[in-house]
């Protein structure tokens, strides 16, 4: 009979590599997708930014809370797919909603004052929503569900404040390029 413990060693280890293979391949093909959507690089890019950003303040994050208790192996993971897919998901709503303003005729900050008030608002309550969710996961008695629960709450929340504050930032540096 197998040692559970190395099968469960073994398919931590294979899973860990699957997700690295996955996340490969998954920047080129949404780094294309964005490009189709927005037709230039530098909107392309923005969100990818804000992804990595996200990704990168939130494992900071994580390491901080590894130090006080048990961390899962897929946290990381976890906190890589959702980092980045919540932050272009968030990216995008805002990025929109300021071209159209821009197109609508309004000055650059103007379009920037428009999106964050009315998309951004949105963006907060969508993300708050996640993390009220997951704050039930958090609450079980499951280590495994409370690491992953709090890795990808943090997550959201450094995606909700990157949308919000870094975003526009950006927006105004760079406005219509």
């Known amino acids: 009979m197998p040692d559970p413990a190395a099968s469960s060693a073994a398919a931590t280890l294979a899973t860990k590599n699957d997700i690295a293979q996955a996340e490969k391949w998954n920047f080129p093909i949404v780094l294309l997708i964005l490009l189709a959507v ?4 530098a909107a ?30 897929f946290v990381t993971s976890t ?6 897919a919540v ?8 990025i929109s909603r300021f071209r159209y303003e821009r197109q609508a ?9 428009v999106a964050s008030n009315t ?8 993300g708050i929503t996640v993390v009220v969710s997951l704050a039930g996961m958090a609450l079980t008695d499951n280590p495994i569900f409370i690491a992953l629960a709090l890795g990808v709450i943090f997550v959201v ?9 870094f975003l526009p930032a950006v927006l105004s540096v760079l406005g219509d390029n």
């Open 87 to 94: 932050a272009i998901d968030y990216s995008l709503f805002i």
């Open 38 to 41: 927005f037709g230039s690089l």
């Open 44 to 73: 392309a890019a923005m969100p990818l930014l804000l992804g990595i950003c996200t990704v990168a303040v939130t494992m900071g994050l994580v390491f901080l809370l590894s130090m006080h208790m048990t961390m899962s192996v």
């Open 105 to 113: 005729g309004r000055e650059k900050l103007e379009a920037i004052t």
């Open 119 to 126: 998309t951004g608002r949105a963006v907060f309550y969508a």
């Open 157 to 165: 929340l450094v995606a909700i404040v990157g949308s919000l504050t």
């Open 79 to 84: 906190v890589s797919m959702f980092g980045i």
